[in-house]
């Protein structure tokens, strides 16, 4: 009961952090201008959280941090002491040192 609820506010948080992105790029339409790489403002909106392989790109267009876009994706050290599981994160060479700092992130 305890881990469905924990799931439960982790996916609060990241539905929250979509509607900050939403809000920082002022809409979807906006958001897949920025992303730039051929998303559709329509499948943006579809979205429930940001999905996994878009939060980097999204953080560093917006200049969010990884971690309020999706907490359950890239916690703070202090949240990741309590979690047994590992998060491994793998960055493309392309990724922009903005999104590296934002996400807490070392090459």
């Known amino acids: ?11 609060s948080k990241a539905n929250q952090g979509l509607m900050r992105v939403l809000s920082v790029a002022k809409g979807p339409t906006n958001l897949a201008r920025l992303i730039n790489d051929g998303i559709t403002p329509q499948a943006i909106s579809q979205w429930r ?4 392989k878009r939060v980097l790109m999204v ?3 917006t200049g ?4 309020d876009i999706r907490p359950d994706l890239y916690p703070l050290p202090e949240d ?6 590992e998060l491994s994160v793998e960055l493309s060479e392309t990724s922009s040192r903005r999104a ?4 807490g992130v070392d090459q």
Request: aromatic residues 0%.
């Open 1 to 11: 009961m305890k881990e469905m609820l924990q799931s439960v506010i982790m996916e």
């Open 49 to 52: 959280v940001v999905p996994a």
């Open 59 to 61: 953080s560093k267009v």
């Open 64 to 67: 969010i941090a990884c971690h």
């Open 80 to 85: 990741a002491a309590g979690n047994s599981s």
């Open 100 to 103: 590296e700092e934002n996400c």
